[in-house]
């Protein structure tokens, strides 16, 4: 006989079909709702992997967020909204979707309009709900309705300069706006820089610590249900004096309200409820605390922020096997301390990812010789701009996709003046399980169209280091693209070698097919190429590009004078790639070669749980590429044999 008291407990989280269901709990059931949750990302993210500390400190506020307003009507905008797991989980987006958080077919791991009408601003990138956030307070009071809008950001967010820039803008805009300032302390590192020190200041500080304490007192004397407009005027008269002028928000005309506790559901309630009724801007400050609830998360915030899978008991990653080669990302990080090391006036450049880019190893072992500027890409470009002028070797080290940021600078301020500034571009290619906001595949169509850049990919870390020694002799802009993740486990050499500035290397001879291939994309050329000589019995070259620009103008030309196809390969879209500059230069010199690019096509690539599914996914897995030169090849020769009758 079953026992039925030792049947499960059904949980309040698999109740919770949308909002509605969220603000039909009782105030009491909350704290269970907040643990079920927790165990639930936790439990997917320990598999997944996934952004679990920036949500395992939202989740109280959340809830609440959700009890006071009601998406997708009122709208909230999430900063970066790597912090929308809890949000999902409350909008219909639990469950198995959920349990493929990350995966193909499952949710993402950001917010996005596509996936649910209650992400009502896609993001990935940071800095820019504050904007968006405007914008549509701005459109809503153009068109004469009340829904709310709530734009929550982290306090590294507010080191961003779009935020800055919105921030000058919100009282011009609007009268109505909510700004939540989710302040944890920690950016994906510790958050940097004279507004982090303000923030901290501001939540250490007695007078507001007093003002949060009497505020509440306040609030408290009022029975409950009183007409909050009214509530709000009086608090305002008789709090003034605790307001101190100098508080930053104040003077850009938001009206500051907290530190609020974020994971005190009453304090929580009372603060979003009052400032539903504000007729002006208001700033919510809210202290929350990184990783809560799991603790190997709240004793490494770094590690945590975005974590590969892990074990939820120990908090030991699980990806970590035994003997693999090292990542890109410590390779080249590694090799920047030794370069450093010779040089002092090597220095490196993080905007606010210290550990992903690998300049932590900078950061250890020579700080004076490292910058985390926070999320400031535009600023570490022109930063770096600066130094250069002084004789200093800077290298930003700057995720391809966040580069983008970066685009004016490397023009008008890099470029332009011809400044020695060596970028590297981590993450150049796909990023599977982050998705179309993270996957580095446009970076040499941005870059190679800019005047005195040099533009390049080595096709495995040893090369890596060679283009970063090279790049440090050049006296002009260099840009080094190379992927996420491990590298070939090629050795390193101990002296690096300085590389001819626009020479590929040729790997493998072939007179039938010539394979152009940059980055990564060489190992698959190599593989493609014995597979079409043993299976076809084709003469089939392999070329290792190295240089997107300059080109490797003779070798190609030489080519397509006696090779009848060329394939060119990049992990990057085929539009304006590198591709596209090898047809270009066939195009100028008038040569009639037949030329297939491989590579990613004219659309955004959604997330994916591997890198080779998205491949398959789009006609790019290694049996695909095969079919595809094949059949161009047999329709070159058939066209050729047409010709010939
Ligand atoms: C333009 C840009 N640069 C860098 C990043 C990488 N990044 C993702 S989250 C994050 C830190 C965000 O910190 P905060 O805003 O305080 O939110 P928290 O994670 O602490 O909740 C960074 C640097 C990014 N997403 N976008």
């Known amino acids: 006989m079953n026992d039925p008291s030792s049947a499960p407990v059904p949980r309040l989280l698999d109740g919770i079909r949308g909002p509605a269901d969220v603000k039909a709990l009782a105030p009491g059931q909350l704290p269970q709702l907040a643990s079920e949750i927790r165990a639930e990302l936790i439990a997917v993210t320990a598999k997944n992997g996934g952004h679990i500390g920036p949500n395992l400190g939202v989740v109280e506020l959340t809830i609440a967020l959700h009890r006071v307003f009601s998406t997708p009507t009122d709208q909230f905008v999430f900063d970066v909204a790597h912090q929308g797991y809890v949000h999902k989980l409350l909008t219909g987006r639990g469950g198995e979707f959920f349990r493929k958080l990350r995966q193909t077919g499952g ?36 068109r004469g309705t009340d829904e709310h809008v709530v734009a929550i950001c982290g306090d590294a967010a507010f080191t961003c300069g779009i935020t800055l820039e919105a921030l000058n803008n919100v009282v011009s805009s609007t009268k109505r706006l909510i700004v939540i300032l989710n302040d944890n302390e920690w950016s994906i590192a510790k958050n940097v820089g004279a507004i982090s020190r303000y923030l901290n200041r501001l939540s250490m500080s007695p007078t507001y610590n007093k003002l949060n304490h009497d505020v509440e007192e306040f609030f408290k004397s009022f029975p409950a249900g009183v007409e909050m407009n009214r ?109 450093a090391q010779a040089d002092p006036t090597i220095v490196g450049i993080t905007g606010a990812m210290p550990s992903g880019t690998g300049l932590s190893h900078l950061a250890a ?26 004789g200093i070797k800077p290298v930003c080290a700057i995720y391809s996709t966040f580069l983008q940021r970066s685009y004016d600078p490397i023009i008008h301020d890099i470029a332009l003046q011809n400044l020695p500034v060596t970028f590297c571009l981590d993450r150049a290619g796909l990023s599977p399980n982050d998705g179309p906001t993270h996957h580095g595949l446009f970076d040499l169509t941005y870059l190679r169209c800019v005047p005195n850049a040099t533009v390049m990919q080595p096709r495995h870390e040893d090369e890596l280091v060679d283009m970063l020694h090279t790049s440090l002799q050049l006296g002009s802009p260099a840009f080094i693209r190379y992927p996420r993740g491990a590298g070939t486990g090629v050795k390193i050499k101990d002296q690096p070698a300085l590389l001819p500035i626009g020479h590929a290397e040729v790997l493998r001879e072939g007179s039938n097919i010539m394979l152009w291939a940059l980055g990564p994309m060489v190992q698959d050329a190599l593989k493609l190429a014995a597979r079409l000589e043993a299976e076809e019995h084709l003469s089939v070259g392999v ?93 070159l020769s058939t066209e050729r044999v047409e010709a010939d009758v």
């Open 107 to 142: 949710a993402g791991g950001f917010l996005a309009r596509a996936e649910s009408p209650h992400d009502s601003f896609g993001a990935g990138h940071a800095g820019t709900a504050l904007s968006a956030a405007l914008g549509m307070a701005t459109a809503r009071d153009l």
């Open 231 to 339: 509530v709000y005027h009086k608090w305002k008269r008789e709090t003034k004096d605790f307001f101190m002028e100098s508080v930053l928000f104040e003077k850009f005309g938001l009206r500051y309200l907290g530190p609020v506790d974020g994971h005190n559901f009453e304090a929580l309630n009372r603060t979003l409820e009052f400032a539903t009724h504000c007729d002006i801007p208001v700033l919510i400050h809210v202290l929350t605390k990184k990783g809560k609830g799991l603790e190997a998360a709240v004793n490494s915030p770094e590690k945590f922020h975005g974590a590969s899978p892990y074990d939820p008991q120990t908090g030991a990653s699980k990806q970590a096997a035994a003997g693999a080669p090292p990542n890109y990302q410590d390779v080249f990080g590694q090799a920047l301390v030794r370069f």
């Open 365 to 390: 072992a020579l700080p004076k010789q490292f910058f985390d500027v926070g999320i400031a890409e535009e600023h570490a470009v022109i930063f770096a701009g600066g130094l250069a002028t002084k």
């Open 543 to 635: 070329v290792n590009a190295r240089f997107v620009k300059p080109l490797d103008r003779t070798l190609l030309l030489s080519h397509a004078a006696c090779i009848p196809l060329l394939v060119t390969m990049e992990d990057h879209v085929v539009a304006g790639g590198f591709g596209s500059a090898v047809l270009e230069v066939l195009q100028e010199a008038d040569c009639p070669v037949a030329v297939e690019r491989i590579g990613w096509p004219d659309k955004f690539i959604e997330h994916g749980s591997s890198v080779d599914v998205l491949r398959a996914a789009h006609g790019l897995s290694p049996d695909n590429i095969y079919r595809r030169v094949l059949d161009r090849w047999r329709n």
